[in-house]
């Protein structure tokens, strides 16, 4: 028999963990929602280019109509890629069901998202990862090494270099970001719209996903699990 006054089952109380990952998960999204915005904008600028040209020229004497129709044909294109990398930068926000990608092509995706950031903020970036035929999760790198990666630099001051290497580690990867501060004045502390994420942030992130990480001041080691890519049948 349950005692008058015992705290109410779950869900009335959830578990502390699934909050501080919940939690993460939002200061996490909360920090890459600006390049988020940022990019879609950078996809939709061209088709409002071709429409404010194709605009003025409806407006002549005697329109060029076949120019007008390469115009059109122009912001056909331009919408149909716009909507698709849109929709890209949405599963950001919303995630689809997990899925498979190549590390490189993954890192590739993480460094093209905070690119603009990190270059504001001072810091340049060299990825030197070697791991062509390595596969890996795509939520484990979508979370956790973008989260290391604001992390260290949220937590350093610019300008500073970061350098990104790889290399096996018994059945697994270890991608490494390494931080080295450079010569110059310190840069500014930019006011951000959101805080800066911590490590117990990150660490709540790769509990959840899996992955190994162990970090210093200018150091961070994560280790991501091999997946073998899907073999598609026609």
């Known amino acids: 028999m349950t005692p008058p006054n015992a705290a109410p089952a779950s869900p009335s109380h959830p578990d502390p963990d699934l909050l501080r990952e919940e939690a993460a998960r939002y200061a996490l999204l909360r920090r890459i929602a600006p390049a988020i915005r ?17 605009e003025r020229r409806l407006q002549a004497p005697a329109p060029d109509l076949a120019v007008l129709r390469d ?55 060299t990825n030197q990862l070697n791991a062509p035929e390595v596969n890996t999760s795509v939520f484990a790198l979508r979370n956790v090494f973008t989260a290391c990666l604001i992390a260290l630099t949220d937590a350093s001051p610019a300008p500073a270099s ?7 580690a018994d059945g697994q990867t270890r991608v490494c970001i390494n931080l080295t501060r450079d010569k110059g004045p310190v840069a500014p502390d930019e006011a951000r719209t ?32 091999e997946i073998e890519q899907p073999v598609v049948t026609g």
Request: contains cysteine; aromatic residues 6%.
């Open 162 to 168: 970061v350098v990104l290497r790889s290399e096996p």
């Open 194 to 225: 959101y805080r800066a994420l911590g490590w117990d942030d990150v660490q709540a992130l790769a509990t959840a996903e899996k992955v190994s990480i162990t970090y210093s001041a200018n150091h961070v080691d994560m280790l991501f699990s």
């Open 38 to 54: 940022h990019h879609m904008a950078g996809t939709l600028q061209p088709i409002g280019m071709i429409s404010a040209i194709l």
């Open 71 to 125: 115009n059109s044909k122009s912001i056909n294109t331009l919408s149909r890629s716009a909507a698709s990398a849109c929709m890209n930068l949405i599963t950001w926000v919303l995630p689809k069901e997990n899925g498979v990608i190549s590390l490189e092509a993954g890192v590739e995706e993480a460094l093209g998202m905070l690119a603009t950031d990190l270059a504001f903020r001072g810091f340049t970036v």
